[in-house]
């Protein structure tokens, strides 16, 4: 409880550091980074997450560079977007280091690269589904008096320490010291999450029964709704089995409801940092991956598990082709930002 | 011969009701002791027809040593058929089904479908081209006490028609975690017998059953969707005959599961008999 509360604390105190610092790093994105296009940022939220080992942080800094206007919408949402690829990406990182130390165990990561390859299958169609909805201005009529109102409170509490921390910093240091603590406090937030256990629940036969995928996928959206994290969601499934093995008929629609729920915490970040705009872009993420999930789930499940499961089958089958794979979603990042 | 099967077989002159009570009557030659037959007729123009082509079946199957019985309805096929089920306690019930899948499947239905969900007796569903033989019986196995059953109903069949059986379990689980025993979701069936891994273990036991009945077995274990792999090795591995449990799951999981059997059954282009558990005979 108190480590969650500190983790709150520190989550809203990153992210007005983060808003104070944004604006001093416009130069070093548009300049040195040459950050200016869609792809760029795309590219930025992927790297930064790899980074940090989470996406969870990098969205929220999109959110602090859209509040300060460093970032456009379309940007941000890109930025968000890359964030979950790299958050999925993660596991590759850890297969690389399994190989490098001489083992073969990357087959007990199939749940991380089947996570990856879902994350993707849903987040390029979402991206331009997303950057369509936002260049449509669909929903910018959305008004929230209530916002300005609750950034207002919050900035009250915070402004007479926030003052001289300002004072003492260069804004970049400010802003890289809000990711340092933003992340902090995610991590800090895992940690304080209570263990949900489904076998309580009596859902504990998942070896032999098939879930309906609608359900698996309402389930996925829930569960990550309380726990903030793809992967806390899925670690929850562990004890359903004494094998630690999961039927990939289950696990591939939970994983698609988690991808979307997984952005509640973005959407905080937004609401906190008190910018409509900010808040307008998740919304257009989670619409977006609902639009782009939900008739998967529904009407196409049978061959897109199909797909999913053919080509988890591909990556896991040689060495040869997991370093394919690997190579892939390590060089995508940097080349888009590059290029 | 078995001595105590009873059996349920329709007429009603289409194609696809013929080709169901032709594989009906070989099975039953093979392995029932009373048949009951619904000559079932849409309209009074078709009645002959149908009754006839039930009598000359039920002539079949008195010279096969058989007690027969012919009932004549007008209706429909579900209907009568699930009535007919509904009064007699059979073992198991042989119908035709076109297979039809996506848009057609919404617009038109499936009586298969009906059948498996309107009744607890073990069904028969005919469907895919007509085989001369049925040499070759495909049982898959969910690697758990439900599966004995639709095991020791395979072995009775492929005794009764001299076919040999491959029992297939699908390995479709991917590792939740770091200490999963990985090296089981990739292993062959031999393998997983020597390890005497859970799903090994079950498969030895289940080719007991096999060989004490007489039957000619072995074991096979694919990895990926249960569903696609129990349908690609009955194509590829040209099997006549595809045996699975009823997917029954009671209470509130049943509500949340989904019916592998059904899905299967609509997929596979051959006959697939799906064992309802409870139904020994």
């Known amino acids: 409880m108190g480590a969650g509360l500190i983790a709150i604390l520190l989550f809203v105190f990153a992210l007005e550091m983060m808003k104070s610092g944004a604006k001093g790093?416009?130069?070093?994105?548009?300049?040195?980074?040459?950050?200016?296009?869609?792809?760029?940022?795309?590219?930025?939220?992927?790297?930064?997450?790899?980074?940090?080992?989470?996406?969870?942080?990098?969205?929220?800094?999109?959110?602090?560079?859209?509040?300060?206007?460093?970032?456009?919408?379309?940007?941000?949402?890109?930025?968000?977007?890359?964030?979950?690829?790299?958050?999925?990406?993660?596991?590759?990182?850890?297969?690389?280091?399994?190989?490098?130390?001489?083992?073969?165990?990357?087959?007990?990561?199939?749940?991380?690269?089947?996570?990856?390859?879902?994350?993707?299958?849903?987040?390029?169609?979402?991206?331009?589904?997303?950057?369509?909805?936002?260049?449509?201005?669909?929903?910018?009529?959305?008004?929230?008096?209530?916002?300005?109102?609750?950034?207002?409170?919050?900035?009250?509490?915070?402004?007479?320490?926030?003052?001289?921390?300002?004072?003492?910093?260069?804004?970049?240091?400010?802003?890289?010291?809000?990711?340092?603590?933003?992340?902090?406090?995610?991590?800090?937030?895992?940690?304080?999450?209570?263990?949900?256990?489904?076998?309580?629940?009596?859902?504990?036969?998942?070896?032999?029964?098939?879930y309906r995928p609608e359900i698996m996928f309402f389930m996925g959206l829930l569960v990550t709704l309380l726990t903030l994290s793809v992967s806390v969601s899925i670690g929850i499934l562990v004890p359903l089995s004494a094998r630690g093995y999961v039927r990939r008929e289950n696990i591939m629609p939970y994983i698609l409801g988690a991808n979307i729920s997984t952005m509640i915490d973005t959407l905080a970040a937004a609401l906190i940092l008190g910018a409509p705009q900010a808040v307008i872009v998740v919304l257009a993420h989670m619409m977006s991956a609902v639009i782009v999930s939900l008739p998967i789930v529904l009407l196409a499940y049978e061959p897109y598990t199909r797909l999913m499961s053919g080509a988890l089958e591909w990556t896991l089958r040689k060495r040869r082709n997991f370093a394919i794979f690997l190579g892939i979603f390590l060089l995508v990042p940097i080349v888009l930002i590059l290029s | 011969m078995n001595v105590s099967m009873r059996m349920l077989l329709y007429s009603d002159g289409s194609q696809l009701g013929s080709q169901a009570l032709r594989l009906g009557i070989r099975i039953a030659s093979a392995m029932a002791n009373t048949v009951d037959i619904v000559a079932i007729s849409r309209s009074t123009d078709q009645e002959g027809e149908v009754v006839e082509q039930a009598a000359v079946a039920a002539e079949k199957l008195r010279v096969a040593g058989v007690s027969v019985t012919v009932y004549p309805r007008s209706g429909t096929m579900l209907d009568e058929l699930l009535n007919q089920a509904e009064a007699v306690d059979y073992d198991l019930i042989v119908v035709g089904s076109r297979g039809r899948r996506g848009i057609r499947r919404l617009i038109a239905g499936s009586r298969a479908c009906s059948i498996l969900k309107g009744t607890t007796t073990s069904v028969l569903v005919v469907k895919g081209k007509e085989r001369e033989n049925i040499d070759h019986i495909l049982v898959g196995s969910a690697a758990g006490p439900e599966s004995e059953e639709t095991v020791r109903f395979a072995a009775r069949l492929a005794r009764a028609l001299d076919a040999s059986v491959a029992l297939l379990h699908v390995m479709s689980q991917v590792a939740l975690e770091e200490h999963a025993k990985a090296a089981d979701l990739?292993?062959?069936?031999?393998?997983?017998?020597?390890?005497?891994?859970?799903?090994?273990?079950?498969?030895?036991?289940?080719?007991?059953?096999?060989?004490?009945?007489?039957?000619?077995?072995?074991?096979?274990?694919?990895?990926?969707?249960?569903?696609?792999?129990?349908v690609d090795e009955a194509r590829n591995g040209h099997f006549d005959i595809l045996a699975i449990g009823a997917h029954t799951v009671p209470g509130v999981e049943g509500l949340l599961s989904s019916d592998l059997s059904e899905r299967i059954m609509l997929s596979a282009e051959r006959p697939i008999l799906i064992v309802h558990q409870g139904r020994e005979t």
């Not at chain 1, 909805?133 to 915070?158: C, E, R």
């Open chain 1, 25 to 210: 790093l416009t130069p070093v994105l548009r300049g040195h980074l040459d950050i200016e296009h869609a792809a760029d940022c795309l590219g930025l939220g992927w790297l930064m997450a790899y980074v940090v080992l989470s996406g969870s942080p990098a969205a929220a800094i999109a959110m602090a560079l859209l509040s300060a206007e460093t970032l456009t919408q379309i940007q941000a949402f890109a930025m968000v977007s890359g964030s979950r690829l790299g958050a999925s990406s993660i596991v590759l990182l850890l297969g690389f280091i399994y190989t490098l130390r001489g083992h073969e165990p990357w087959t007990v990561l199939s749940t991380g690269v089947l996570s990856l390859l879902l994350t993707a299958s849903v987040q390029f169609p979402g991206l331009l589904v997303g950057v369509f909805m936002l260049k449509q201005g669909w929903l910018d009529a959305i008004y929230w008096p209530w916002l300005t109102h609750f950034s207002t409170g919050i900035n009250a509490v915070i402004n007479p320490i926030m003052g001289p921390i300002t004072q003492f910093f260069p804004q970049w240091a400010l802003f890289v010291l809000g990711g340092a603590v933003i992340t902090l406090s995610f991590q800090l937030f895992d940690k304080a999450l209570p263990e949900f256990r489904f076998k309580r629940a009596g859902l504990n036969r998942p070896s032999r029964l098939i």
């Open chain 2, 186 to 230: 990739e292993a062959e069936a031999e393998e997983l017998m020597e390890r005497d891994a859970r799903e090994g273990v079950h498969l030895e036991n289940m080719l007991k059953i096999l060989h004490q009945e007489g039957v000619e077995a072995k074991a096979l274990v694919r990895h990926g969707l249960i569903v696609e792999e129990i």
